[in-house]
């Protein structure tokens, strides 16, 4: 590692960018419960997440440049597949996406104090791949948003990268674009795992781009053509990513 992420980047991290994260999660948690009681709850939670996202992003001074928003009709409902580096991909999402949203996440999250709450309450979409039944239901509130006009985040690599490069996409992951008849926008984002890879607490100071693909049309499409979609939005994110 270069000296410029060096003992002194650690003690900033361990010493100050990590504890305010973990403030601004506690307090803007509790906060945000008792206001969540009256209106539109998901769009107040994501109002939350968002100003929690901002906060974030100002505290560990590192700029997102966003490339590519103009390929997007913003009142169309879309699946957002975005590749997944880093504990920082949400934040960097919810700060520089400028409309509501929602995320496929795994049941695994809601085991975390105040994020997990959150996640549920905030009618964000959780994925239980060891329960079946579970899964069906998912699905089915997944296309109720979809339908609904809302835009849904999917990480399609399933998890986390361990060494900053893109994974084999999971088939099944683009089912629900072909079921909702929605376009699929690959989403890359850059420099999310060298600011925050796995396995450590130690965020580093530097820009990150977000790139945004042109929208793959899922018209004509049926559950046999799941692997060619996947195979089609893999090739675009590379794309992306890797120039």
């Known amino acids: 590692m270069s000296q410029k992420y060096g003992l ?10 990590d504890p305010l994260i973990w403030m601004y999660t506690i307090v803007l948690g ?10 539109q709850k998901e769009r107040i939670l994501h109002g939350f997440a968002r100003f929690w996202s901002k906060l974030i992003m100002k505290t560990i001074g ?15 409902s879309y699946i957002y597949a975005v590749n997944h580096a880093s504990a920082l991909d949400i934040p960097v999402l919810y700060a ?45 509130a997944a296309l109720k948003i979809l339908k609904g006009g809302i835009p849904l985040v999917i990480f399609p690599e399933g998890g986390r990268t361990p060494d900053g490069d893109i994974k084999p996409f ?13 376009d699929v926008v690959p989403v890359a984002l850059v420099g999310t795992f060298e600011l925050l890879p796995m396995d450590t607490y130690h965020i580093k100071c530097r820009p990150v781009e977000m790139r945004i693909g042109q929208p793959i049309s899922t018209a004509g499409c049926s559950r046999d053509d799941m692997d060619k979609l996947s195979a089609r939005v893999q090739s675009a994110m590379e794309g992306l990513y890797y120039s």
Request: charged content about 20%; hydrophobic content about 45%; glycine content about 6%.
């Open 8 to 17: 002194l980047s650690r003690m900033r991290s361990y010493l100050i960018f």
């Open 30 to 39: 509790i906060i945000s419960i008792p206001i969540s009681l009256s209106g």
């Open 62 to 76: 590192s700029p997102v440049k966003v490339v590519g928003m103009e390929k997007l009709d913003t009142t169309k």
């Open 96 to 140: 520089n996406l400028p409309f509501q949203f929602r995320i496929a996440f795994k049941k695994e999250l809601l085991s975390y104090p105040i994020v997990g709450w959150h996640l549920k309450r905030s009618g964000q979409i959780c994925i239980d791949q060891q329960n079946p039944a579970a899964a069906v239901g998912s699905i089915r």
């Open 170 to 182: 999971l088939r099944g992951a683009f089912f629900l674009a072909i079921k909702a008849h929605v």
